[in-house]
């Protein structure tokens, strides 16, 4: 049986009549960036409101570290380095003022941990600049420089590139990528920028209007999406057979009773559609698609794109 | 809890309203004594510090005082979203009030025993003989922890209001000049009777707080005991019941305290 970090059971949170997240079953693996995909308003801040006890769940449970968090928050929550939403902080305080404030309080004595923290963000350790002096950018980087602090064997990071330059995003991204390869950290972030998920998550889940409708590695979903060769016939099965008898491929999935999708692009087209014909079996539509993410996204949560 | 209350400390730094409540507690009391050194009083010491105390400094600003420092250390983790870093360390809410509410008592305390040193620097200078000080010195310290307590309330409210700063800072002047009022009130009650021993306590008035800590100060000042002599009651008041007052609207208030934030989801 496989441990997860973060498992949750039904996971469901109603707003008056409103329900903003519902029945969630969420698996995060150890190890791995999880990236938690919706459009603005689809439940990922709630979600990782509720994964940290922010905010109580209307129904079901969750699972940290093979605990439930309720009850077991001064055991599991120091596991756990976090950002959600805006960075919150004290404005009169610098930068390392504000650190120091949380180190107190998570009882680490040593300064390094601040000046380290500061270092892989790019942030000065004794700047005079007080917190609301900071652009936004500076603002996030402090706020993942906190989640970070504490060298935490989880992180949830709820947008965590927002407001920051192309160069800063590119950085931050580089620096979670070596905080999961090199030390094994887990790391579920969100994010409604679809380019930043296809560029760092493991495992990716597709949150729409609080219902998580996919849950699947990278791989596998690039691997449905990418390209292939789309097929509408009369019977599959039928069609299956001859591709692997005639064509000696088993590359191609069945999607249903009447369409088939090749994902071995060598094959060429005239050819399938001949033996196809040859078979007795009606053809409808034979195509290539080139989906990218982005559309199968657009396809699932049946709206426009998003960034 | 001491590092949530070195926290709250923390918070403080370059806050200009740590810097106006200094120089108020440190300049106030000057203008205040020399004016009270011309009449009014008999011009001791322990008529000065009863004077500033328990008729002016006491009830209009340390409810100020303790209120506004309330109302800057809960906003701004409201105001600033920094509840949600705290309770992920995790801190839990009980404990942010207990730091929050102990950070107030020490303002409240700091505030009224600097006053005393101003009266005390000012008569001084002034060749009145500071004596007795340490009574007095101990007493300002329990005025401030009173005061401290008898703001609870009105921190509550502002909890449970949970309205902008500027609304919050105004109810707070307003609950001073509400315990001003009930002082002068309770002087002007007492000026109608004989001497004060002799003012009836029937008038809800005399039970009212800032009369309460009027009818204690005198007497624990002048000879720095936690219980008055027999003779001396009932209109003087012994420490104890005040203490009691003031430890039950600790219990209760912060207690509610408590209850109203367990409610509030970040």
């Known amino acids: 049986m496989t441990t997860y970090l973060i498992e949750t059971k039904d996971l469901t949170k109603q707003y008056g009549d409103q329900t903003s997240v519902n029945r969630l079953n969420l698996h995060l693996r150890p190890g791995r960036i999880y990236g938690l995909l919706g459009r603005n308003g689809a439940g990922k801040t709630t979600t990782m409101k509720m994964l940290l006890g922010l905010t109580r769940p209307t129904a079901g449970e969750v699972l940290l570290f093979g605990m439930p968090l309720r009850g077991n928050e001064r055991k599991i929550l120091p596991r756990i380095g976090s950002l959600i939403e805006s960075p919150g902080f004290y404005p009169n305080l610098t930068g390392t003022e504000n650190l120091r404030i949380f180190a107190r309080l998570r009882g680490i004595p040593s300064a390094d941990a601040i000046r380290e923290a500061l270092a892989l963000v790019g942030l000065p350790y004794r700047d005079k600049k007080v917190f609301s002096q900071y652009s936004l950018g500076m603002k996030q980087r402090l706020a993942i420089a906190l989640a970070v602090m504490h060298d935490p064997e989880l992180l949830i990071l709820d947008e965590p590139i927002n407001g920051l330059d192309p160069i800063g995003i590119a950085e931050i991204r580089s620096f979670l990528r070596k905080l999961c390869d090199e030390k094994g950290k887990t790391i579920l972030l969100s994010s409604h920028i679809l380019s930043e998920i296809s560029l760092l998550a493991d495992d990716v889940g597709i949150l729409h209007q609080g219902v998580l409708l996919e849950e699947e590695s990278l791989a596998e979903l690039e691997a449905r999406n990418g390209r292939s060769i789309h097929l509408s016939v009369s019977d599959s099965a039928q069609a299956a057979r001859l591709l692997e008898t005639e064509l000696h491929t088993t590359a191609f999935r069945v999607e249903d009773d009447h369409s088939l999708r090749i994902l071995d692009l060598g094959l060429p087209i005239p050819a399938i559609a001949r033996t196809m014909l040859a078979g007795g079996l009606d053809l409808q539509d034979l195509h290539l698609c080139e989906d990218t993410l982005e559309d199968y996204f657009k396809r699932v949560t049946g709206g426009e794109g998003i960034a | ?266």
């Open chain 2, 1 to 266: 809890m001491l590092s949530l209350i070195w926290c709250e400390l923390y918070k403080l730094k370059r806050t200009p309203f740590v810097v106006l409540v200094a120089l108020a507690a440190c300049l106030f009391p000057i203008p205040a004594t020399l004016v009270s050194m011309r009449g009014g009083t008999d011009g001791s010491f322990l008529s000065l510090s009863f004077l500033l105390l328990t008729i002016l400094a006491g009830p209009l600003l340390l409810p100020v005082v303790g209120g506004c420092l309330a109302v800057l250390l809960f906003h701004r983790e409201r105001d600033w979203e920094t509840l949600k870093n705290l309770y992920t360390v995790p801190v839990r809410w009980s404990g942010l009030v207990a730091a929050k509410l102990f950070v107030v008592y020490l303002g409240c305390v700091l505030f009224s025993m600097v006053s005393l040193l101003a009266v005390a620097a000012t008569s001084s200078l002034t060749g009145t003989p500071a004596t007795p000080f340490f009574s007095c010195l101990a007493a300002a310290a329990l005025v401030g922890f009173f005061y401290a307590s008898a703001t609870l309330p009105m921190i509550l409210l502002v909890l449970w209001l949970d309205r902008g700063t500027l609304l919050s800072v105004l109810l707070c002047v307003l609950y001073g000049v509400a315990q001003s009022i009930q002082v002068f009130g309770g002087l002007y009650y007492i000026a109608g009777t004989a001497s004060a021993e002799a003012a009836p306590l029937d008038s809800p008035l005399m039970w009212s707080f800032p009369i309460l800590v009027f009818r204690w100060y005198t007497g624990f000042a002048a000879s720095g005991q936690m219980v008055l002599g027999p003779d001396t009651a009932p209109f003087y008041l012994d420490t104890v019941p005040l203490l009691a007052l003031s430890l039950l609207l600790m219990l209760v208030c912060g207690g509610l305290m408590v209850l109203l934030g367990r409610r509030q989801e970040v």
